[in-house]
């Protein structure tokens, strides 16, 4: 069965500071992971895959099979990533529908 | 492009009265979703169409039926509207690999 676990509903974070949204995966084949982002009043929208090894608006996401994880990480918070952050896994490599954690929510204080 | 539109964005119903959400996407993709979110809870799939012609069970598909009608159009229909089916339901395309274009979604609350 596949599984993903965000295990922080609510992360507040000081601007400028380091910012970490925790992601854990079950999955015994080869998962394809992902995080997603919903700023306020928006539809989601593909944050980055890790596939693309990519860094997008400044965060970056690093796939640790060992750990089973997909933490997303950016050095320095800014305002405008407050916002709510679903990882998400397809397993088969890439070929099943998503499977989404229940979501982070980011709040950058100023 | 518009990408995925859903129709409408906001919806009221009685318990017990039927309703269809309506999605069509612009963009070729082969694969077509409908998800729910609720608090707490994520996004769940409901059902799925990897291609046109077929549609599959999600997590959650009790009380649900789908219909792919095209290759553009996937709806969600809603036969007699329960007030567990208050959720914020989203349609999402994709062509392959987990790169999901998302819907802006649609609202309903059934009172």
């Known amino acids: 069965a596949q599984r993903v676990t965000q295990p922080e509903k609510l992360l507040s974070v000081f601007k400028g500071a380091p910012v970490e949204l925790k992601c854990n995966y079950s999955?015994?084949?080869?998962?394809?992971l992902f995080w997603y982002v919903q700023y306020s009043r928006q539809r989601l929208q593909l944050l980055l895959r890790?596939?693309s090894r990519e860094s997008i608006k400044g965060f970056t996401a690093d796939l640790n099979k060992g750990e089973t994880s997909f933490h997303l990480k950016k050095p320095f918070a800014q305002e405008e990533d407050s916002a709510m952050y679903y990882c998400a896994l397809s397993g088969n490599s890439g070929n099943t529908p998503l499977v989404f954690g229940k979501g982070t929510r980011l709040s950058v204080i100023a | 492009n518009a990408g995925v539109t859903q129709t409408p964005k906001f919806q009221v119903l009685k318990t017990g009265q039927s309703m269809t959400l309506q999605c069509a996407q612009d963009m070729n993709h082969n694969s077509m979703y409908w998800y729910r979110q609720d608090p707490g809870m994520g996004l769940r799939l409901i059902y799925y169409?990897?291609?046109?012609?077929?549609?599959d069970k999600g997590e959650v598909p009790n009380g649900y039926n789908v219909s792919r009608l095209n290759k553009r159009e996937f709806s969600l229909r809603l036969e007699s509207a329960a007030p567990s089916q208050t959720s914020v339901y989203f349609c999402?395309?994709?062509?392959?690999?987990?790169?999901?274009?998302f819907g802006s979604g649609t609202r309903l609350t059934v009172v």
């Open positions: 999955y015994s084949g080869s998962p394809e």
């Open positions: 169409s990897a291609s046109e012609g077929t549609t």
């Open positions: 999402a395309s994709s062509v392959s690999l987990g790169g999901y274009t």
């Open positions: 890790h596939i």
